[in-house]
């Protein structure tokens, strides 16, 4: 089988045609929700301390600030996608743009944590809207699945830059700024999308679509929401009924989706694209990639500050060439994509993957920093054909129509390969130190102290620090204990690494170069 290029629109039998500047100034446009929607997610924890200490929110309130945001997006990902095939793919962009300006500044100056949760839940749902409009865009602005390719590329990298730019950025502000600043970073570029978008974007939705199935909406809402919560709680406090049980009845309630989505005329998922091998293939890679790279990511960002000493922002700083490798392996990726087929192309950087999670598995307990660096560098580097390609792939198979559809659901794919990366790979990592210093109890310290440190590294470097006599013997031992847990978890990586270089061959070796 193969997957050939889409026909113009306008000629058809005749090759696509080329995009134009129009179009290639129209994606610089689209980068800027992009590089938003990362900037967001990074910078607000850098702000946790002051603005915990100016709203004062409970624990668990702190909690919600924190993670309401990425429940809200995650949730709402295929419902925006499809709400944006049918009233137009710019219309429900600069919707969500607006919106997102407007809580954005809303929650700069929330005077309250349930104001500052409210808000956040705004930006939740507003960027929901960003991610598979700007995805479903590309879809109909670059018709040549060559210039597709780079495009996606851009794409791609945009988070990646955002991700680069947002924790230096967001220390410089809460330096000099209260905490609500790293919120208003988002209203000039809101508003130059704005400006700028109804006059470079075009247009498109499926004009033979119905008024969408507002059951639909709310099981795919419920379903992800579950599940996200129950993985969510299964990283924080391990495996217990309560955790179970949500992912028990988010799976319940996607199988009621399933059911009702074979049972309407216009579903909000046209179940028929997952029989395109393609889209299956590219969805499932892409959800595999995101698990892999996050599980072990955590325990980078807290390795760098409680194993090594480093300061947020210092650990921020040396977090830049992880985001650095996946913008150059981005833009790169499409330029091999012309010679070398998705196939091999993504099993040689998957391997190179491998070898970047067997290198951090190597990291010794206080002088690895070369090493950290390095070594995410590698599996950055190796992991972005993964991600260019396979989003390439899963919005060029689908029909033109249904794009904003499939740029939903690659999303939500991804928001579950995070989910599980961080809860399973993260539990993995947490019962391997837990066990260790289990065993590893040094006389004299109090009862408390101990089932602190037993806990969390963060609980013993806490300890540590009212402990002057015993506290260097416990932290030189918990921080063993963490080193080896980060250890096993890049080394599961690196097989969920191999295993995902078979798929791509396997699944993918019909698809012809990107030309």
Request: proline fraction near 6%; aromatic fraction near 8%; include cysteine.
């Amino acid at each position: 089988m193969t997957v050939s290029a889409p026909e113009s629109p306008v000629n058809p039998g005749l090759p696509p045609s080329k995009a134009g500047r129009r179009e290639w100034i129209g994606l610089a446009v689209l980068a800027l929700p992009c590089v938003l929607y990362a900037m967001d997610l990074t910078v607000l924890d850098l702000a946790v301390p002051a603005l915990s200490a100016d709203l004062k929110p409970s624990s668990t309130q702190l909690l919600w600030i924190v993670d309401i945001y990425g429940f809200f997006v995650a949730g709402s990902l295929i419902t925006m996608g499809t709400l944006g095939d049918r009233i137009g793919r710019r219309r429900l962009l600069l919707i969500g743009a607006a919106a997102f300006g407007v809580a954005s500044a809303l929650a700069a100056f929330s005077t309250s944590a349930a104001m500052l949760i409210a808000t956040r839940a705004v930006l939740g749902l507003a960027g929901a809207t960003l991610a598979p409009s700007t995805l479903s865009l590309l879809r109909n602005m670059f018709l040549d699945a060559g210039q597709r390719a780079v495009a996606v590329g851009v794409w791609i990298s945009s988070y990646s830059a955002g991700a680069v730019i947002g924790p230096p950025l967001g220390g410089l502000l809460l330096q000099h700024f209260w905490w609500g600043s790293v919120f208003l970073i988002s209203i000039p570029m809101m508003a130059l999308l704005l400006i700028l978008g109804p006059v470079l974007l075009p247009e498109f939705r499926d004009p033979e679509a119905r008024r969408p199935d507002p059951w639909s909406a709310v099981l795919s809402v419920a379903a992800v929401l579950g599940v996200i919560y129950g993985l969510k709680q299964i990283e924080a406090h391990g495996m217990d009924w309560l955790p179970a049980a949500s992912v028990g009845a988010g799976l319940a309630v996607g199988a009621l989706f399933v059911r009702r989505q074979q049972t309407l005329s216009d579903p909000l998922i046209d179940l028929r694209l997952f029989r395109t091998r393609a889209f299956s293939a590219s969805l499932a890679l892409y959800m595999l990639a995101t698990f892999a790279v996050f599980g072990p990511y955590i325990f980078i960002a807290q390795y760098l500050q409680l194993v090594l000493g480093l300061s947020p922002l210092g650990a921020g700083l040396w977090s830049m060439p992880l985001a650095c490798g996946f913008v150059a392996g981005s833009m790169l990726s499409p330029i091999l994509a012309r010679r070398v087929r998705p196939a091999f192309l993504m099993c040689g950087g998957l391997v190179i993957a491998a070898a970047g999670f067997v290198l951090l598995a190597r990291v010794d307990g206080a002088s690895g920093l070369a090493m950290v660096v390095a070594s995410t560098v590698i599996f950055s580097l190796g992991l972005s054909p993964v991600f260019t390609l396979a989003n390439d792939l899963i919005i060029g198979t689908a029909p033109p129509e249904r794009a904003g559809a499939a740029s939903g659901i690659s999303e939500t794919c991804s928001e579950f390969g995070g989910a599980l990366g961080i809860a399973i790979l993260g539990s993995i990592g947490t019962a391997i130190y837990r066990r260790a210093m289990a065993g590893s109890v040094i006389d004299g310290i109090p009862r408390e102290a101990a089932a602190a440190a037993q806990d969390t590294l963060g609980g013993a470097v806490a300890v540590a620090r009212e402990l002057p006599g015993l506290g260097a013997a416990l932290l030189e031992t918990a921080r063993k204990a963490f080193t080896h847990g980060l250890q096993i978890t890049a080394l599961t990586s690196a097989l969920v690494a191999i295993a995902m270089a078979i798929v791509a061959m396997v699944s993918l070796r019909h698809v012809p170069e990107r030309r």
